[in-house]
């Protein structure tokens, strides 16, 4: 175990750049680890609030749950070399008051680990990664909880089959072009939707980017990832469901089944029966037909 202070690799927070993560090692518990949570003052992402300025919120606090659950899988053994974690199921929650403000600085994470259950060869297990954050006087301001299945490498090649796509882009059609989410990003390139439409109530968009993304999608992905319907889906809820919301404080999503780079995604969204000022909604993700991502949403009003 790294000193205190010392900062999370890339590699132990999964992800590709250092400058994409959120942590700092803090100390060793049973069955865990916590951290210092490092919240970047200036990033590609999460620095793109929007003309807007909405604080950043859910999205980023699944990250940091994200970022702390693949670290403490690795330090007690529950993910090793070569396998792959194939997320299930995500929630992370904000739990500070109204209306939402920036997540403050100094917080503190703790991560408990618990294997589930394995299969009978060994090969494959359940496994789920708990994270609660905590501010410097110790009151507990967000939380989040991360399920996933984890697979030996060869297992989960001869499961894709072959000529999987590792384009790290979805597919593109002629005459998309991106749809406009000043409100939530300002930079093209972090702009995900195409073809937003309205419908009873709620609204519907079509995934789109135009290659890999450094942080959504990498060039290495070979299926949509967790973060990237998690953008897509604070995108579509704020830029055209709600848009008096301030920012996503509850976001789930739970993944039926895995998500390919070859055929386009489409999302739609629709408030909750009985929902107070339409601050919840439901989310629905599908390829050809089938639906590979479902998630319920509360806004920060």
């Keep these: 175990m790294p000193e205190p202070g010392t900062e999370v690799t890339a590699a132990l927070a999964g992800v590709r750049r250092p400058g994409d993560v959120l942590l700092v090692h803090d100390a ?6 916590s951290f210092r949570v490092r919240l970047p003052e200036a990033h590609d992402l999460f620095g793109d609030r929007g003309g807007d300025g909405l604080p950043e919120d859910a999205l980023l606090l699944r990250s940091v749950v994200e970022q702390c659950a693949y670290a403490t899988l690795q330090h007690t053994g529950l993910l090793r070399h070569r396998e792959v974690p194939l997320n299930t199921s995500s929630t992370s929650r904000l739990l500070t008051g109204r209306p939402l403000r920036p997540l403050p600085g100094g917080l503190l994470a703790t991560c408990l680990v618990e294997q589930l259950r394995t299969s009978r060869t060994g090969r494959t297990r359940r496994v789920i990664a708990s994270c609660v954050l905590r501010a410097p006087d110790g009151r507990v301001v967000a939380d989040g909880e991360t399920t996933a299945g984890v697979l030996e490498g060869t297992l989960y090649r001869n ?6 796509v590792r384009a790290g882009q979805l597919p593109t059609a002629p005459g998309e072009p991106r749809a406009r ?3 939530v990003r ?4 972090n702009q995900v939707l195409a073809r937003i439409g309205r419908e009873d109530g709620g609204a519907h968009a079509v995934l789109r980017l135009s290659g890999p993304h450094p942080y ?3 060039a290495s992905a070979d299926h949509v990832t967790g973060r990237l319907f998690a953008e897509a889906t604070r995108q ?3 830029g055209a469901c709600a848009p008096d919301g301030n920012g996503v404080r509850t976001l789930h999503l739970s993944f039926p089944r ?16 009985r929902s107070p000022a339409s601050a919840r909604w439901r989310v629905l993700f599908s390829q050809a037909g089938a639906t590979v991502c479902t998630g319920r949403v509360e806004t920060g009003v």
Excluded: M, Q
């Design 28 to 33: 060793v518990l049973p069955n865990g680890l």
């Design 159 to 164: 499961w894709r089959g072959a000529g999987v």
């Design 181 to 183: 989410a000043g409100r």
């Design 186 to 189: 300002s930079r093209p390139e």
């Design 216 to 218: 959504l999608l990498p």
């Design 236 to 238: 579509l809820v704020l």
């Design 258 to 273: 895995l998500c390919t780079l070859d055929a386009p995604v489409r999302v739609r969204a629709v408030p909750c029966p």
